[in-house]
Protein backbone atom coordinates (compact mmCIF):
# COMPACT_ATOMS: atom_id res chain seq x y z
CA UNK A 1 0.00 0.00 0.00
CA UNK A 2 2.71 2.34 0.81
CA UNK A 3 4.38 1.52 -2.12
CA UNK A 4 1.64 2.31 -4.27
CA UNK A 5 0.74 5.81 -2.64
CA UNK A 6 4.06 6.84 -2.77
CA UNK A 7 3.78 6.06 -6.90
CA UNK A 8 0.97 7.97 -7.00
CA UNK A 9 2.31 10.90 -5.03
CA UNK A 10 5.11 10.44 -7.45
CA UNK A 11 2.90 10.62 -10.43
CA UNK A 12 0.61 13.41 -8.93
CA UNK A 13 4.12 15.56 -8.65
CA UNK A 14 5.23 14.99 -12.21
CA UNK A 15 1.56 15.60 -13.56
CA UNK A 16 1.97 19.27 -11.47
CA UNK A 17 5.25 19.79 -12.39
CA UNK A 18 3.92 19.18 -15.75
CA UNK A 19 1.28 21.43 -15.50
CA UNK A 20 3.46 24.62 -14.38
CA UNK A 21 5.71 23.95 -16.49
CA UNK A 22 3.26 24.10 -19.66
CA UNK A 23 1.94 27.49 -18.22
CA UNK A 24 5.21 28.90 -17.54
CA UNK A 25 6.02 27.73 -21.21
CA UNK A 26 3.26 29.20 -22.82
CA UNK A 27 1.25 32.59 -23.43
CA UNK A 28 -2.07 32.68 -22.07
CA UNK A 29 -4.87 35.24 -24.02
CA UNK A 30 -8.43 35.57 -22.76
CA UNK A 31 -10.71 36.22 -25.43
CA UNK A 32 -14.46 37.44 -24.07
CA UNK A 33 -16.00 37.03 -27.59
CA UNK A 34 -19.88 37.32 -28.43
CA UNK A 35 -20.55 34.03 -29.93
CA UNK A 36 -24.23 33.97 -29.47
CA UNK A 37 -26.83 36.68 -29.77
CA UNK A 38 -26.68 39.86 -31.69
CA UNK A 39 -23.31 40.21 -32.03
CA UNK A 40 -22.39 36.59 -32.91
CA UNK A 41 -21.64 36.94 -36.52
CA UNK A 42 -18.98 39.91 -35.12
CA UNK A 43 -17.67 37.31 -33.06
CA UNK A 44 -16.95 34.02 -35.08
CA UNK A 45 -15.20 36.45 -37.01
CA UNK A 46 -12.80 37.58 -34.61
CA UNK A 47 -12.18 33.96 -33.30
CA UNK A 48 -11.05 32.81 -36.81
CA UNK A 49 -8.81 35.71 -37.05
CA UNK A 50 -7.09 35.06 -33.47
CA UNK A 51 -7.17 31.43 -34.41
CA UNK A 52 -5.17 32.15 -37.80
CA UNK A 53 -2.72 33.76 -35.98
CA UNK A 54 -2.59 30.95 -33.58
CA UNK A 55 -2.07 28.25 -35.57
CA UNK A 56 0.78 30.03 -37.51
CA UNK A 57 2.59 31.01 -34.53
CA UNK A 58 2.35 27.36 -32.30
CA UNK A 59 3.16 25.60 -35.98
CA UNK A 60 6.45 27.43 -35.64
CA UNK A 61 7.17 26.81 -32.24
CA UNK A 62 5.79 29.62 -30.13
CA UNK A 63 6.55 33.14 -29.58
CA UNK A 64 10.37 33.99 -28.81
CA UNK A 65 10.70 35.51 -25.81
CA UNK A 66 14.10 35.73 -24.45
CA UNK A 67 15.64 32.27 -24.45
CA UNK A 68 12.02 30.61 -24.09
CA UNK A 69 9.65 29.60 -26.85
CA UNK A 70 6.31 30.42 -25.69
CA UNK A 71 3.46 28.42 -27.06
CA UNK A 72 0.07 30.77 -27.68
CA UNK A 73 -3.29 29.12 -25.54
CA UNK A 74 -6.26 31.11 -25.68
CA UNK A 75 -9.33 31.06 -23.58
CA UNK A 76 -12.33 31.80 -25.22
CA UNK A 77 -15.74 32.73 -23.09
CA UNK A 78 -19.00 33.53 -24.74
CA UNK A 79 -20.45 36.60 -23.36
CA UNK A 80 -23.53 36.35 -25.40
CA UNK A 81 -23.33 39.76 -27.09
CA UNK A 82 -24.53 41.43 -23.34
CA UNK A 83 -22.08 43.99 -21.76
CA UNK A 84 -22.18 43.15 -18.09
CA UNK A 85 -21.71 38.87 -19.17
CA UNK A 86 -18.52 40.43 -20.88
CA UNK A 87 -17.63 42.25 -17.65
CA UNK A 88 -17.96 39.08 -15.90
CA UNK A 89 -15.85 36.89 -18.13
CA UNK A 90 -13.42 39.09 -17.99
CA UNK A 91 -12.65 38.92 -14.30
CA UNK A 92 -12.77 35.44 -14.54
CA UNK A 93 -10.01 34.95 -17.30
CA UNK A 94 -7.76 37.33 -15.06
CA UNK A 95 -9.02 35.33 -11.70
CA UNK A 96 -9.77 32.04 -12.34
CA UNK A 97 -7.82 31.05 -15.65
CA UNK A 98 -5.39 33.23 -14.55
CA UNK A 99 -4.64 35.02 -18.52
CA UNK A 100 -1.52 36.92 -18.79
CA UNK A 101 -3.37 39.22 -21.18
CA UNK A 102 -6.49 39.63 -22.71
CA UNK A 103 -8.15 40.54 -26.26
CA UNK A 104 -10.90 43.00 -25.78
CA UNK A 105 -14.50 42.19 -26.70
CA UNK A 106 -16.12 43.37 -30.30
CA UNK A 107 -16.73 46.54 -29.88
CA UNK A 108 -16.60 50.13 -28.10
CA UNK A 109 -19.45 49.68 -25.37
CA UNK A 110 -18.06 46.21 -23.95
CA UNK A 111 -14.22 47.50 -24.87
CA UNK A 112 -15.02 50.48 -22.47
CA UNK A 113 -16.93 48.48 -19.62
CA UNK A 114 -14.06 45.63 -19.75
CA UNK A 115 -11.07 48.11 -19.97
CA UNK A 116 -11.92 48.87 -16.60
CA UNK A 117 -11.64 45.16 -15.28
CA UNK A 118 -8.28 45.01 -17.13
CA UNK A 119 -7.11 48.29 -15.25
CA UNK A 120 -7.63 47.39 -12.04
CA UNK A 121 -5.86 44.62 -12.36
CA UNK A 122 -2.94 45.63 -14.25
CA UNK A 123 -3.34 43.88 -17.67
CA UNK A 124 -2.95 45.08 -21.04
CA UNK A 125 -5.89 45.09 -23.57
CA UNK A 126 -5.48 44.72 -26.98
CA UNK A 127 -9.00 45.96 -28.02
CA UNK A 128 -9.64 44.73 -31.46
CA UNK A 129 -12.55 46.52 -32.78
CA UNK A 130 -13.04 49.42 -30.46
CA UNK A 131 -12.59 52.72 -32.60
CA UNK A 132 -14.86 55.31 -30.09
CA UNK A 133 -13.06 58.15 -28.22
CA UNK A 134 -15.09 57.49 -25.02
CA UNK A 135 -13.40 54.24 -25.03
CA UNK A 136 -9.64 56.02 -24.67
CA UNK A 137 -10.55 59.42 -22.68
CA UNK A 138 -9.98 57.14 -19.27
CA UNK A 139 -6.37 57.72 -18.43
CA UNK A 140 -5.40 54.09 -18.72
CA UNK A 141 -2.41 52.57 -19.17
CA UNK A 142 -2.99 48.91 -19.98
CA UNK A 143 -5.50 49.77 -22.85
CA UNK A 144 -4.06 49.81 -26.54
CA UNK A 145 -6.61 49.94 -29.25
CA UNK A 146 -6.05 48.63 -33.27
CA UNK A 147 -8.31 51.19 -35.27
CA UNK A 148 -7.89 54.80 -35.35
CA UNK A 149 -10.87 56.48 -34.10
CA UNK A 150 -13.92 57.45 -35.51
CA UNK A 151 -13.17 61.13 -37.67
CA UNK A 152 -10.90 59.12 -39.46
CA UNK A 153 -13.88 57.66 -41.02
CA UNK A 154 -16.59 60.65 -41.27
CA UNK A 155 -14.29 63.11 -42.41
CA UNK A 156 -12.35 61.61 -45.88
CA UNK A 157 -16.01 60.11 -46.49
CA UNK A 158 -17.35 63.93 -45.98
CA UNK A 159 -14.88 65.38 -47.50
CA UNK A 160 -15.63 63.01 -51.04
CA UNK A 161 -19.44 64.11 -51.06
CA UNK A 162 -18.84 67.75 -50.81
CA UNK A 163 -15.63 67.69 -53.89
CA UNK A 164 -17.85 65.12 -55.99
CA UNK A 165 -21.58 66.22 -55.14
CA UNK A 166 -21.67 69.67 -54.90
CA UNK A 167 -25.87 69.54 -55.04
CA UNK A 168 -25.82 68.01 -51.67
CA UNK A 169 -26.60 70.06 -49.38
CA UNK A 170 -29.34 68.49 -46.51
CA UNK A 171 -27.81 65.21 -44.40
CA UNK A 172 -30.13 61.98 -42.69
CA UNK A 173 -28.48 60.11 -39.95
CA UNK A 174 -29.44 57.10 -38.26
CA UNK A 175 -28.05 55.47 -35.19
CA UNK A 176 -27.69 52.65 -33.55
CA UNK A 177 -28.07 53.41 -29.58
CA UNK A 178 -25.02 51.79 -28.48
CA UNK A 179 -21.49 53.42 -27.86
CA UNK A 180 -19.40 52.97 -31.25
CA UNK A 181 -22.64 53.49 -33.68
CA UNK A 182 -23.70 56.64 -31.88
CA UNK A 183 -19.94 58.24 -31.30
CA UNK A 184 -19.76 57.60 -35.40
CA UNK A 185 -22.88 59.01 -35.90
CA UNK A 186 -22.28 62.16 -34.02
CA UNK A 187 -18.42 62.63 -35.40
CA UNK A 188 -20.62 62.47 -39.12
CA UNK A 189 -22.75 65.25 -37.86
CA UNK A 190 -19.65 67.42 -36.90
CA UNK A 191 -18.43 66.29 -40.28
CA UNK A 192 -21.09 67.26 -42.13
CA UNK A 193 -21.81 70.84 -40.32
CA UNK A 194 -17.98 71.91 -40.85
CA UNK A 195 -18.45 71.59 -43.94
CA UNK A 196 -21.75 73.56 -44.65
CA UNK A 197 -24.35 70.58 -44.91
CA UNK A 198 -27.57 71.22 -42.90
CA UNK A 199 -28.55 68.43 -40.75
CA UNK A 200 -32.22 67.42 -41.16
CA UNK A 201 -32.84 64.96 -39.36
CA UNK A 202 -31.20 62.30 -36.47
CA UNK A 203 -32.51 60.09 -34.62
CA UNK A 204 -31.63 56.75 -32.39
CA UNK A 205 -32.78 53.07 -32.63
CA UNK A 206 -32.43 50.89 -30.11
CA UNK A 207 -30.65 47.43 -29.92
CA UNK A 208 -32.39 44.28 -31.30
CA UNK A 209 -34.05 46.80 -33.60
CA UNK A 210 -36.24 44.92 -36.04
CA UNK A 211 -38.13 46.87 -37.95
CA UNK A 212 -36.94 50.64 -39.06
CA UNK A 213 -39.59 51.47 -41.67
CA UNK A 214 -41.13 53.93 -38.86
CA UNK A 215 -37.57 55.91 -38.44
CA UNK A 216 -37.19 55.48 -42.33
CA UNK A 217 -40.70 57.50 -43.29
CA UNK A 218 -39.64 60.17 -40.72
CA UNK A 219 -36.41 59.87 -42.55
CA UNK A 220 -37.67 60.41 -46.33
CA UNK A 221 -39.89 63.11 -45.33
CA UNK A 222 -36.93 64.93 -44.21
CA UNK A 223 -36.04 64.44 -48.34
CA UNK A 224 -32.23 64.28 -47.52
CA UNK A 225 -29.23 64.38 -50.06
CA UNK A 226 -27.07 62.25 -47.84
CA UNK A 227 -27.93 58.93 -46.29
CA UNK A 228 -25.93 57.75 -42.97
CA UNK A 229 -26.87 55.17 -40.77
CA UNK A 230 -24.72 53.19 -37.98
CA UNK A 231 -24.65 49.58 -36.66
CA UNK A 232 -23.34 46.18 -37.19
CA UNK A 233 -23.90 43.98 -39.97
CA UNK A 234 -28.35 42.98 -39.09
CA UNK A 235 -29.10 46.62 -38.70
CA UNK A 236 -27.25 47.45 -41.69
CA UNK A 237 -28.68 44.52 -43.89
CA UNK A 238 -31.90 45.54 -42.78
CA UNK A 239 -31.94 49.54 -42.62
CA UNK A 240 -30.81 49.43 -46.06
CA UNK A 241 -33.82 46.95 -47.43
CA UNK A 242 -36.13 48.87 -45.75
CA UNK A 243 -34.98 51.88 -47.00
CA UNK A 244 -35.79 50.60 -50.86
CA UNK A 245 -39.04 49.09 -50.46
CA UNK A 246 -39.66 52.37 -48.79
CA UNK A 247 -38.19 54.31 -51.46
CA UNK A 248 -36.07 56.34 -49.60
CA UNK A 249 -34.30 58.86 -52.11
CA UNK A 250 -30.39 60.67 -51.87
CA UNK A 251 -28.21 60.72 -53.82
CA UNK A 252 -25.17 59.35 -51.68
CA UNK A 253 -25.87 55.95 -48.69
CA UNK A 254 -23.22 55.82 -46.42
CA UNK A 255 -24.11 52.59 -43.97
CA UNK A 256 -20.67 51.82 -41.66
CA UNK A 257 -19.88 49.61 -41.31
CA UNK A 258 -21.97 47.19 -43.36
CA UNK A 259 -20.49 46.91 -46.80
CA UNK A 260 -17.72 46.10 -45.23
CA UNK A 261 -18.90 42.46 -45.64
CA UNK A 262 -19.41 40.20 -48.21
CA UNK A 263 -22.53 39.31 -46.51
CA UNK A 264 -24.30 42.53 -46.44
CA UNK A 265 -23.68 43.07 -50.69
CA UNK A 266 -24.90 39.55 -51.03
CA UNK A 267 -28.05 40.21 -48.18
CA UNK A 268 -29.21 43.19 -49.90
CA UNK A 269 -27.81 42.02 -53.36
CA UNK A 270 -28.45 45.30 -56.04
CA UNK A 271 -29.38 47.82 -53.23
CA UNK A 272 -25.54 47.92 -52.09
CA UNK A 273 -24.93 49.54 -55.19
CA UNK A 274 -22.82 52.70 -54.59
CA UNK A 275 -23.05 52.33 -51.06
CA UNK A 276 -19.70 54.08 -49.24
CA UNK A 277 -18.26 53.10 -46.19
CA UNK A 278 -14.40 53.17 -44.20
CA UNK A 279 -13.06 50.65 -42.71
CA UNK A 280 -9.76 50.03 -41.35
CA UNK A 281 -8.97 46.90 -43.00
CA UNK A 282 -9.56 45.12 -46.77
CA UNK A 283 -7.73 42.68 -48.90
CA UNK A 284 -6.82 45.01 -51.69
CA UNK A 285 -4.23 46.74 -48.95
CA UNK A 286 -0.35 45.63 -49.27
CA UNK A 287 2.14 46.16 -46.21
CA UNK A 288 4.83 44.61 -46.31
CA UNK A 289 5.08 43.30 -42.24
CA UNK A 290 7.63 42.52 -39.62
CA UNK A 291 5.28 40.01 -38.29
CA UNK A 292 4.36 36.47 -38.65
CA UNK A 293 2.41 36.94 -42.04
CA UNK A 294 5.16 39.32 -43.83
CA UNK A 295 2.74 41.10 -45.52
CA UNK A 296 -1.05 41.59 -46.27
CA UNK A 297 -1.03 39.74 -49.00
CA UNK A 298 0.69 36.40 -47.42
CA UNK A 299 -2.16 37.41 -45.01
CA UNK A 300 -4.85 36.92 -47.37
CA UNK A 301 -3.53 34.29 -48.73
CA UNK A 302 -3.37 32.06 -45.74
CA UNK A 303 -6.61 33.16 -44.59
CA UNK A 304 -8.13 31.85 -47.93
CA UNK A 305 -6.71 28.56 -47.59
CA UNK A 306 -7.47 28.05 -43.96
CA UNK A 307 -11.58 29.87 -44.09
CA UNK A 308 -11.92 29.25 -47.93
CA UNK A 309 -13.05 33.15 -48.32
CA UNK A 310 -10.70 36.45 -48.39
CA UNK A 311 -10.97 38.07 -44.74
CA UNK A 312 -12.92 41.27 -43.82
CA UNK A 313 -11.33 43.86 -41.35
CA UNK A 314 -13.04 42.01 -38.25
CA UNK A 315 -11.26 38.80 -39.17
CA UNK A 316 -7.97 40.93 -39.98
CA UNK A 317 -8.96 42.84 -36.90
CA UNK A 318 -8.64 39.57 -34.61
CA UNK A 319 -5.06 38.62 -36.26
CA UNK A 320 -3.58 41.55 -35.38
CA UNK A 321 -4.16 42.48 -32.59
CA UNK A 322 -2.43 38.87 -32.05
CA UNK A 323 0.53 39.82 -34.13
CA UNK A 324 1.01 43.20 -31.83
CA UNK A 325 1.12 41.81 -28.70
CA UNK A 326 3.47 38.90 -30.53
CA UNK A 327 5.99 41.61 -31.18
CA UNK A 328 5.83 43.59 -28.44
CA UNK A 329 6.17 40.20 -26.02
CA UNK A 330 9.41 39.36 -28.37
CA UNK A 331 10.66 42.81 -28.05
CA UNK A 332 10.37 42.62 -24.31
CA UNK A 333 12.39 39.10 -24.47
CA UNK A 334 9.68 37.68 -21.72
CA UNK A 335 5.90 38.16 -21.08
CA UNK A 336 6.35 40.07 -18.17
CA UNK A 337 3.15 42.42 -18.31
CA UNK A 338 5.30 45.21 -17.19
CA UNK A 339 7.71 44.95 -19.85
CA UNK A 340 5.09 43.85 -22.37
CA UNK A 341 3.20 47.44 -21.64
CA UNK A 342 5.98 49.30 -22.22
CA UNK A 343 6.72 47.78 -25.72
CA UNK A 344 3.04 48.36 -26.65
CA UNK A 345 3.24 51.93 -25.78
CA UNK A 346 6.19 52.63 -27.50
CA UNK A 347 4.59 51.59 -30.74
CA UNK A 348 6.39 51.29 -34.15
CA UNK A 349 5.01 47.84 -34.89
CA UNK A 350 5.02 47.18 -39.13
CA UNK A 351 2.18 44.68 -39.59
CA UNK A 352 0.01 43.09 -41.90
CA UNK A 353 -2.75 45.22 -41.05
CA UNK A 354 -0.88 48.33 -41.17
CA UNK A 355 1.89 50.04 -39.52
CA UNK A 356 1.06 50.47 -35.46
CA UNK A 357 1.83 53.00 -33.27
CA UNK A 358 -0.27 54.23 -30.25
CA UNK A 359 -1.62 58.02 -29.05
CA UNK A 360 -0.81 58.92 -25.30
CA UNK A 361 -4.76 57.76 -24.86
CA UNK A 362 -3.92 54.13 -26.51
CA UNK A 363 -5.54 54.66 -29.32
CA UNK A 364 -3.98 54.14 -32.90
CA UNK A 365 -2.70 57.06 -34.66
CA UNK A 366 -0.77 55.81 -37.25
CA UNK A 367 -2.68 55.01 -40.88
CA UNK A 368 -5.08 56.37 -42.53
CA UNK A 369 -8.56 53.92 -43.19
CA UNK A 370 -9.37 53.68 -46.46
CA UNK A 371 -12.58 54.71 -47.90
CA UNK A 372 -14.82 51.85 -49.98
CA UNK A 373 -17.35 52.42 -52.18
CA UNK A 374 -19.37 48.93 -53.52
CA UNK A 375 -19.76 49.06 -57.81
CA UNK A 376 -21.16 46.39 -59.49
CA UNK A 377 -21.04 43.70 -56.52
CA UNK A 378 -17.65 44.97 -55.80
CA UNK A 379 -15.51 46.66 -53.33
CA UNK A 380 -13.93 49.52 -54.38
CA UNK A 381 -11.40 51.75 -52.91
CA UNK A 382 -12.42 55.34 -53.35
CA UNK A 383 -10.21 57.20 -51.03
CA UNK A 384 -6.34 57.49 -50.47
CA UNK A 385 -5.57 58.44 -54.32
CA UNK A 386 -2.30 56.46 -54.22
CA UNK A 387 -4.49 53.16 -53.65
CA UNK A 388 -8.21 54.14 -55.25
CA UNK A 389 -9.41 51.39 -57.52
CA UNK A 390 -12.17 53.10 -58.73
CA UNK A 391 -13.67 56.58 -58.94
CA UNK A 392 -16.22 57.88 -56.07
CA UNK A 393 -20.33 57.69 -57.92
CA UNK A 394 -23.07 59.21 -56.98
CA UNK A 395 -26.11 56.85 -55.84
CA UNK A 396 -28.76 57.01 -57.79
CA UNK A 397 -32.39 57.72 -56.03
CA UNK A 398 -34.48 54.80 -55.73
Not at 357 to 384: C, E, L, R, W
Request: proline share 5%.
Amino acid sequence: MKLGHSLLAAAAAIVLQAGIASAQDSLRIGAPLPLTGALAPEGAKLKQGYELWQEKVNAAGGIKAGEKKLKIELVYYDYQSTTPKAVQLAEKLITDDKVDFLFSPFGSGAAKAVSAVAEKAGVPLLASSASSAEVFDQGYKNLFGLYTDNSTLSEPIADLIKAKLPNVKRIAILARNDLYPLSLANEFEKSAKKRGFEVVFFEKYPIGTLDHSSALTQLRAAKPDWVVVTGYINDLILARKQAGELKVGGQAYTLINGPAYKEWIDAVGPLSENVTTASWFHPILNYKSEDVFGSTQNFVAQFKTKYGAEPDFTQASGAAVGVILQLAVERAGSKDRNAVREQLAKGGFKTFFAPISFGATGIANSYIPPVYQIQQGKVQVVYPADIATSDFRATPGN
